[in-house]
């Protein structure tokens, strides 16, 4: 069972465009992050959201945590080609305290073209 | 160096053969993780080791499958009897697991494995 869903899977867009992608759970999470990896090498962190219906903002991209701490969005405006890759969301469980591994959505592939 | 490293950065064997992959974590990182991603795909969990605890091995695909972290530092990531199927990069993060934190993790460049 995964327990992030990331939509699109696959998104091919032209250079200054805007888009968001989404990341899904019936779970409640304590955080979230968001990772972009490039290829051929390994995903960098982006973002950690915390609070419910916490907006992070860094340059052009806009992260958002959902009120109930199970759903989150990526906002991408004006597109660059720089900003081709893989992003992925991550979850973070926590039971009493004790720390949990994090679980990672099934990523959204962007392409962005001149 | 500072981050994650992994050797080999390629690997191409063949169809039976066994293979050892191995990760160096950031020093004072008491989580490590192992992940296989095929091409075009996202991270597909292997392995998680958190200090001296009993390792979360639910990702493992098969029996072929094993790994071993000595105390907080390397790990080695084995496949016996590799099967074309198991050509992938696979990947090793780390991370100060801590109650307070948020588990970020930092990752490895990974291994590409062939298996012809």
């Known amino acids: 069972t995964q327990l992030l869903e990331q939509s699109p899977q696959f998104l091919s867009i032209q250079e200054g465009e805007n888009l968001t992608v989404y990341c899904n759970s019936s779970s409640v999470f304590s955080s979230l992050q968001w990772y972009r990896q490039e290829p051929g090498e390994g995903p960098v962190l982006l973002v950690t959201v915390v609070t419910g219906g916490e907006v992070k903002k860094l340059k052009r991209l806009t992260f958002q945590f959902g009120d109930a701490r199970k759903d989150s969005s990526l906002h991408i405006t004006a597109a660059q080609p720089g900003d081709t890759g893989l992003y992925l969301c991550?979850?973070?469980?926590?039971?009493?305290?004790?720390?949990?591994?994090?679980?990672f959505g099934t990523g959204t592939r962007l392409q962005v073209t001149l | 160096g500072a981050g994650v490293s992994q050797s080999p950065s390629n690997k191409v064997t063949e169809k039976g053969k066994d293979v050892e992959l191995r990760c160096d974590p950031i020093s004072g990182h008491t989580a490590l993780y192992w992940y296989r991603q095929r091409l075009g795909q996202g991270l597909e969990f292997l392995i998680y080791f958190q200090g001296n605890s009993a390792p979360d091995k639910s990702g493992l695909p098969s029996d072929r499958f094993s790994a071993e972290r000595t105390g907080e530092s390397v790990s080695t990531l084995t496949i016996q009897r590799t099967q074309q199927e198991d050509s992938a990069v696979y990947l090793c993060?780390?991370?100060?697991?801590?109650?307070?934190?948020?588990?970020?993790?930092?990752f490895g460049p990974g291994t590409r494995l062939t298996v012809l």
């Open positions: 991550a979850g973070l469980l926590r039971y009493a305290g004790t720390a949990s591994k994090l679980t």
């Open positions: 993060a780390s991370s100060i697991d801590l109650s307070y934190s948020y588990n970020e993790q930092f």
